[in-house]
């Protein structure tokens, strides 16, 4: 263990999860030979679950590249949200659920919130009574490919009432094939 605070904490958890259910499972950091930590995977389960003293049948992988991977494009999506909620103009993420995920500063301003009054919210929560608004179109991610943009003109309405026109870009990104989104 990387020390016995972390030691006797996860020791608790670990105990509790084993009298509960027989097994527990997560990540943590082990101390190699040389002194080095690194990230591991752990499962743990009672041989017998009727007797706890009987022992416990452990597995250990090695999953520090993987976690450094998941850190570093965490890390470079932290550092582009920064830097795309620094520009003028207004950026939102919706998901291919049709629900807000995420809006810059300058969008927040323009739409008179905060992100939080907006995740999960459908992109049509600020467009105008129009029945064929742009943003109550669901074309957009049938029919762009990954980087197309199909840019469109219309009235959108703030929270607090205003209205005011924009010319937007509908863009589809994908973080996976499986998991696309629409900027």
Same mark, same amino acid.
């Given at each position: 263990f990387e020390s016995d605070e972390v030691h006797l904490s996860l020791q608790a958890q670990q105990q509790a999860a084993l009298r509960q259910d027989g097994l527990w499972r997560g990540e943590r950091r082990m101390r190699r030979r040389d002194g080095r930590l690194s990230w591991v995977q752990v499962s743990k389960r009672c041989v017998d679950e009727r007797q706890p003293a009987s022992g416990l049948i452990c597995s250990y992988v090695d999953i520090d590249e993987r976690r450094r991977a998941r850190e570093a494009v965490q890390l470079q999506a932290e550092r582009t949200r920064a830097i795309l909620d620094s520009v003028l103009v207004g950026i939102v993420t919706v998901a291919d659920n %049709?629900?807000?995920?995420?809006?810059? !500063? /300058? $969008? !927040? !301003?323009?739409? %008179? %919130? @905060?992100? &939080? #009054?907006?995740? %999960? @919210? +459908?992109? /049509?929560?600020? $467009?105008? &009574?129009? +029945? #064929?608004?742009?943003l109550r179109a669901t074309h957009y991610l049938q029919s762009l490919e990954e980087g197309q943009a199909e840019t469109f003109e219309c009235r959108l309405r703030g929270r607090d009432g205003r209205e005011f026109w924009v010319v937007g870009n509908a863009v589809v990104t994908g973080r996976d094939a499986a998991h696309r989104q629409r900027d």
């Open positions: %049709g629900g807000i995920e995420w809006m810059n !500063r /300058s $969008a !927040r !301003r323009m739409f %008179g %919130g @905060e992100l &939080a #009054d907006f995740v %999960g @919210e +459908p992109i /049509s929560i600020v $467009a105008t &009574a129009e +029945p #064929d608004h742009p």
